[in-house]
């Protein structure tokens, strides 16, 4: 399946969508089953999986859309990129999200020290 990500899992956007319609569904009431049988045709998924969605639904609800990611590499000193692979492992993180929080950050902090005119 071409949405899908490694070992057939759903990437997060996708991901996101079945739970959101999954939500959609328990929403309006809708019974768990036939809501499993309505998800397993729209998406061509397992009953099994079905569920999984309905669960992760009824536990959090509806879920935000990530934003599609890219790739593109720099070149970054060793010891900074040791340290980087440092954190991400101590905090659980994955190396994508560490440097995706940090460039954020610097830049949510550089615009706000020079905003456009």
Known sequence: MARGGPAGRA?????????????????????????ARVLATRF??????AHRYLQRAGRFGHVTVPDPAGVFTVKLP???ITRIRAHAAASGHTLSAVVAQALEEFLARTHREHPRR
């Open 44 to 49: 061509g998924c397992s009953l099994r999986q």
């Open 78 to 80: 060793v010891p900074l």
């Open 11 to 35: 990437r997060g956007d996708v991901l996101a969508e079945r739970v959101n319609a999954a939500a959609d569904l328990l929403d309006t009431g809708v019974p768990a089953a036939d809501a």
